[in-house]
């Protein structure tokens, strides 16, 4: 399911499936985004945090595009302990590869992959450098 920012609405939250993973999406070329990312933030649960949520990053082929400070996006991913995901969506080996990968984390997150809980995933994604 897709939703353009939150909070979501609250008419269908009957019908609304279990969230195992929430991605954010940040265009590099577009400050509206970042900003979009930045206000739904403020309607996230503290506990979703650990593990269900990572930022996908997209353009970044594109440096001389740029519309954000790459160090902004970086310091979300830090502030929130979220994964990160850089991709350039228009190169397709990259787009599938980046597909595979949020498709691992979801069954991760969702409980699909014995032994292998989100938060425990969210740790080992974590930069090395903090510890």
């Known amino acids: 399911h897709l939703a353009k920012s939150l909070p979501l609405p609250s008419e269908r939250d ?3 499936p279990r969230i195992d993973l929430i991605v954010f999406m940040i265009d590099i070329k577009s400050k509206y985004s ?10 996230m649960d503290a506990s ?3 593990g269900k949520v990572c930022f996908l990053v997209t353009g970044v082929g594109r440096v001389n ?19 990160m ?3 350039e969506l228009e190169l397709e080996g990259i787009r599938v590869a ?6 691992r984390i979801l069954q991760i997150c969702a409980g699909h992959i ?3 809980s989100a938060l425990s995933f969210s740790s080992l ?7």
């Open 65 to 83: 595009a740029c519309s954000i400070e790459m160090n902004a996006i970086c310091k979300l991913g830090e502030a929130y302990c979220s994964p």
């Open 34 to 43: 970042f900003k979009n990312v930045e206000t739904s933030l403020a309607y």
């Open 98 to 103: 980046t597909a595979q990968r949020l498709i």
């Open 125 to 131: 994604m974590r930069n090395s450098d903090e510890d």
């Open 14 to 16: 009957h019908l609304r």
């Open 85 to 87: 995901l850089f991709c």
């Open 48 to 50: 979703f945090f650990l």
């Open 114 to 116: 014995p032994g292998v």
